[in-house]
């Protein structure tokens, strides 16, 4: 019985959106344009893309489960404060976004960010940055083109991984509508990979992100292990903000 329910509220259990009414009026600290970009399948995804007047890049930002974009544009901001264009999507069920939810409709909606960036930038000036839930759809991305670098904040193996870790007893691998195996995507990464993880992480374990990281066969790869860092509280570590620093001056 509770593998059945496992089964069909796995994505009660995975994503945890809020929405927005369709005239919600952002307010952010950063100037912005609202955006509303429509997808193959009739999907409208809302997005938010802040603008600096000589920006260094532009980062691709995947959020994390749970909330929407008044929420995770504030937490972007952080990067527009070094002088960094920032895009930030909605997911589908999110915010104001529409469509139906699956691990491919996510994965094609990142490539329609990815798409609209590329009318605006070279793609030597985009960072993908995944955060959680949303290192699955930024590994799967940075695999199949050419950004600058790929930015994972407590990233997992497989979402499989994760939850065989929450749930032992269950033959999850079987279970799982949604896989996101990041272990297998990340091997066509050609860009540099850097990796965020706290060591008190309980909601995707260290050893998900360190196992992602020795999978990893190119060079071009860092992992910073951040001491007594949880799940939603790296940015306020000195050890990330320095290294975030160093990384988005080169």
Request: glycine share 6%.
């Amino acid at each position: 019985m509770i593998g059945a329910s496992l089964y069909f509220l796995q994505e009660k259990l995975i994503f945890l959106p809020t929405t927005l009414p369709q005239d919600y009026a952002y307010n952010f600290s950063y100037p912005f344009e609202e955006l509303f970009l429509k997808s193959d399948d009739g999907a409208v995804i809302n997005a938010i893309h802040f603008k600096t007047e000589k920006p260094k890049g532009v980062i691709l930002y995947f959020h994390g489960n749970a909330g929407d974009l008044s929420r995770w544009g504030i937490i972007t901001e952080f990067f527009v404060e070094k002088n960094y264009d920032v895009l930030v999507m909605d997911y589908r069920t999110y915010g104001k976004s529409s469509g139906t939810l699956s691990e491919q409709a996510l994965y094609n909606d990142a490539q329609l960010c990815y798409d609209y960036l590329l009318k605006h930038y070279q793609e030597s000036e985009i960072t993908i940055y995944g955060r959680s839930i949303g290192t699955g759809m930024a590994t799967h991305l940075a695999s199949g083109n050419q950004p600058n670098r790929l930015i994972l904040e407590a990233p997992f193996y497989s979402l499989a991984d994760v939850a065989k870790h929450r749930f032992p007893v269950f033959p999850v691998k079987r279970l799982l509508k949604y896989n996101f195996p990041s272990y297998q995507y990340i091997q066509d990464v050609k860009c540099p990979i850097i990796i965020f993880h706290g060591t008190e992480d309980n909601v995707i374990p260290y050893t998900s992100g360190e196992n992602l990281y020795n999978s990893i066969v190119q060079k071009e790869k860092l992992f910073f292990t951040i001491e007594n860092g949880g799940h939603n509280n790296l940015m306020e570590f000195d050890s990330y903000r320095k290294q975030i620093q160093k990384i988005l001056l080169q």
